[in-house]
């Protein structure tokens, strides 16, 4: 993930604490920041008012008595001085949201994609949108776009992708070159992993897996805090795994996505193998006989235990979590069944959880990337 950094006041390490500490529980007045940071009285005010001069921080009326003291002033973060897009981009739709330094929704839009269109199809609704909701250049930014396919290390921009074969190799100096701030594509798993590590199942790991587990495959790993992406970025591309009773098949010449890959763990594990599985088995629903003891679960979780060997094997990630589509809607049940079958045969000892997001994990985790870095460039940089 390549990203461009925006200029930044001259703020101190003091100011980003305050400024920290009011998005999470603004607004306040000074005694109140003062007890909520430990800072000295003189520290406070004196930042109080370097944030009033640069913008940072307004006034948000005055506090009713009580626990702050008589009328006390209260203050906030300038929530709207950057704001941030967040879009997750799948076979059939665009979809993205704008929010603010504190992570609310602005304006949010979904609509069609046309997978023989450019990736101007973005620009020109982040554009359109921002314009309709009163954003100015000034304050946009950054724009996180999330897409399923491999995005290179090396230049940030899309490698390839089966569903979008027109925007291989040219996607992000497309969006570059038409939106007036740093942009920056991800693989829709690794926010999703995002996602899960900020507000879901593994917040506080450093290390753990996502299996996302829809239409197609990915898996994002992190060690030791950080996600493992390869020499070319293509690392988690699971899908392709060669697989017990599955064909490895080579790959086409193009990637056409009405072709596709019909190999690895992606023909023993995917949605159209979980159809066919189904069939097989006479369940007439398998996205519900997936999440409750059935015979469909017990056959198709053994699948899914036998990618996780190869994968934990390698990797020992401690956790997995299953996400996407199927990930979530076979829930606790699916989460338990491959655990139990994985025990079997990895001795790793990975325990499997199930994601809290399922399809909407991928645009969440390019909201919580994309406001940071807005944090970022209204704020200056985290401490490290």
């Known amino acids: 993930m390549i990203v461009t950094r925006h200029a930044h006041p001259p703020l101190r390490a003091n100011d ?31 930042a109080v008012n370097r944030l009033l001069d640069c913008g940072a921080l ?16 209260l203050y906030d973060i300038n929530s709207r001085l950057k704001v941030a897009v967040g879009a997750a ?21 979904t609509q069609p994609l046309d997978a023989e269109e450019s990736a101007t199809q973005v620009s020109d609704l982040v554009l359109d ?19 399923h396919g491999q ?13 979008l074969p027109l925007w291989q190799h040219s996607t992000i100096t497309t969006l570059r070159s038409a939106l007036p701030c740093p ?20 917040q506080g790991l450093e290390n753990f897996g996502v299996l996302w587990i829809g239409t197609g ?57 979980l159809r066919v599985l189904a069939d097989e088995l006479g369940a007439p629903d398998p996205w519900t006989e997936i999440a409750r003891p059935s015979a469909l679960l017990e056959a198709y979780s053994h699948r899914v235990a036998l990618g996780l060997a190869a994968a934990t094997a390698l990797l020992d990630p401690g956790t997995v979590t299953l996400s996407g589509p199927i990930g979530h809607a076979g829930g606790n049940a699916l989460a338990g069944a491959v655990s139990v079958h994985l025990a079997r045969i990895a001795p790793s000892g990975t325990r499997v959880i199930a994601g809290r997001f ?9 909201l919580e990337l994309a406001a940071r870095e807005a944090r970022d460039a209204a704020w200056g940089e985290r401490p490290r």
């Open 89 to 109: 981009v799948s076979a059939s739709k665009i979809e993205l949201t704008i929010v603010d330094l504190r992570g609310r929704v602005i304006a949010a839009r």
């Open 129 to 147: 949108m921002t314009r309709l909701a009163g954003v100015g250049e000034s304050q946009l930014a950054h724009v996180m776009v999330g897409v």
């Open 58 to 73: 307004v006034q948000a009326g005055r506090g009713a008595g009580g626990r702050r003291g008589p009328d006390a002033q």
């Open 358 to 366: 399922g399809r909407d994990g991928v645009l969440r985790g390019a």
């Open 217 to 273: 495959l990915g898996y994002a790993g992190h060690v030791d805090g950080a996600p493992l992406r390869g020499s070319t970025g293509a690392a988690g591309q699971i899908g392709y795994m060669p697989t017990p009773g599955t064909p490895s098949p080579p790959l086409p010449e193009r990637h056409d996505r009405t072709v596709g890959y019909h190999g690895g763990l992606q023909s023993s594990i995917g949605s159209e193998a």
């Open 151 to 163: 995005v290179e290390r090396r230049t940030g921009d899309l490698g390839f992708a089966w569903d």
């Open 16 to 46: 980003r604490y305050m400024l920290e500490s009011l998005r999470k529980a603004g607004p306040l007045s000074r005694t109140e920041l003062r007890n909520l940071t430990g800072l000295s009285q003189p520290t406070i005010l004196e």
């Open 183 to 202: 942009v920056t594509l991800e693989r829709d798993v690794e926010l999703a992993a995002a996602a899960e590590h900020v507000a879901g199942s593994t």
